[in-house]
Nanobody, 126 residues
Framework: QVQLVESGGGLVQAGGSLRLSCAASGRTFSSNSMGWFRQAPGKGYSFVAVISRSGDNTDYTDYRDPVKGRFTISRDNAKTMVYLEMNSLKPEDTAVYYC????????????????WGQGTQVTVSS
């Protein structure tokens, strides 16, 4: 079992920054990929970013196009924390952000993730 707890959400003005954190505990050794998804009101899960670690401990990342160059996903060496640094935030980034753990390499598909956190609200005012 894997437990994920997100933190760092809040209210920020457009152009501002936030750093989301995801604390992972439990059997994380099989969770090669850690992803961030978001859910806007009335909509489904939307892929944001993913980080996957190869066998030689090299991290690879993938981002949805609208956040490329603004968001950065990272993880610590112990794989117990995952971060999402969000800069130049826009009102359309407003959503509940979820951290998820799975075994599929660089997956953008939320159905391929096995464990989810409870989510953290990010609100960007114009």
């Amino acid at each position: 079992q894997v437990q994920l707890v997100e933190s760092g959400g809040g209210l920020v003005q457009a152009g501002g920054s936030l750093r989301l954190s995801c604390a992972a505990s439990g059997r994380t050794f099989s969770s090669n990929s850690m992803g961030w998804f978001r859910q806007a009101p009335g909509k489904g899960y939307s892929f944001v970013a993913v980080i996957s670690r190869s066998g030689d401990n090299t991290d690879y990342t993938d981002y949805r196009d609208p956040v490329k160059g603004r968001f950065t996903i990272s993880r610590d060496n112990a794989k117990t924390m995952v971060y999402l640094e969000m800069n130049s935030l826009k009102p359309e980034d407003t959503a509940v952000y979820y951290c998820a753990a799975g075994s599929k390499w660089l997956s953008r598909d939320w159905t391929q993730y096995d464990y989810w956190g409870q989510g953290t609200q990010v609100t960007v005012s114009s």
